[in-house]
């Protein structure tokens, strides 16, 4: 009974004292047919908008800038002005986008603080294309990059989220 209890008492612990920084998509939605949109694209295409919520759970160490290029690839139309709020714009952060990568980061060396609770990363406003071409696939990150204000490479992983939930 006691080799039980310390086996357990050792899971918990590494997980309660873990530092790997989690970004997760917390949902996503389609927002074109909420609000009343009027774009239309170089073919004469109506765009389908979404809105995509990452979070991001770092419990032990702040975050000066990250990195990452979604997959899969060339679904996801998305420009500099369609990143926004969350924690990434409260701590001032610039964010550039280009052929899927995302990347942010302070210029004056302001953090995303520790919590123990996850935040809003930043939301995505993306064009979605060929959606129903994708139904059966993951949106995952690749070359993923989470740093700490000293410059170092935090551990990190993305959930993968499955592009069958979007309505």
Do not use: C, W
């Not at 991001?56 to 709020?85: C, M, R, W």
């Amino acid at each position: 009974m006691n080799k039980y209890k310390f086996i357990i008492n050792v899971l918990l612990l590494s997980f309660i004292f873990t530092t790997e920084i989690e970004i997760s998509i917390n949902s996503i939605v389609k927002v074109s047919d909420s609000q009343q949109i009027k774009d239309v694209d170089a073919y004469g295409q109506t765009p389908s908008y979404y809105e995509i919520e990452f979070y991001v759970l770092n419990t032990d160490e702040d975050i000066a800038g990250f990195q990452f290029t979604l997959h899969p690839e060339g679904i996801f139309n998305i420009s500099k002005e369609d990143i926004y709020g969350g924690a990434s714009s409260d701590a001032g952060f610039i964010t550039y986008t280009g052929k899927g990568t995302i990347l942010g980061f302070s210029m004056t060396g302001n953090v995303i603080p520790a919590s123990l609770v996850a935040k809003q990363l930043f939301t995505i406003r993306a064009d979605i294309k060929n959606l129903s071409q994708f139904r059966d696939s993951n949106i995952t990150l690749e070359n993923l990059v989470v740093a700490s204000k000293k410059g170092e490479t935090l551990p990190s992983y993305f959930e993968p989220y499955q592009l069958s939930k979007i309505k």
